[in-house]
Nanobody, 120 residues
């Protein structure tokens, strides 16, 4: 099994910041790319950011310059620093990780989601 446990969500004011964390645990051979999706009620799921094992990162246009994704390979953890928050950032944020369970079995694991609410 691969479990992803998220933390760090909460309530922030416009212009505020949060740091989301997602830690992988369980039985696996290695972790590959990791990233974050978000989904607001009535909206499509959106890929926010992703990062490879060599720290190559990509961002949605809506968050460029405000969000930063990073990872700690020793801890199998991915982070999302969210700055200059806007009400439009309000959503449930889900992390994911690509994992090699064995030398031949690939699996994409998902976190349980963490709520980010941006409001005055």
């Amino acid at each position: 099994q691969v479990q992803l446990v998220e933390s760090g969500g909460g309530l922030a004011q416009p212009g505020g910041s949060l740091r989301l964390s997602c830690a992988a645990s369980g039985s696996f051979f290695s972790i590959g790319a990791m990233g974050w999706y978000r989904q607001a009620p009535g909206k499509q799921r959106e890929l926010v950011a992703r990062i490879t094992t060599d720290d190559s990162a990509n961002y949605a246009d809506s968050v460029k310059g405000r969000f930063t994704i990073s990872r700690d390979n020793a801890k199998n953890t991915v982070y999302l620093q969210v700055n200059s928050l806007k009400p439009e950032d309000t959503a449930v944020y889900y992390c994911y990780a690509g994992a090699m369970l064995t030398s031949t079995q690939f699996y994409t694991a998902w976190g349980q989601g963490t709520q980010v609410t941006v409001s005055s």
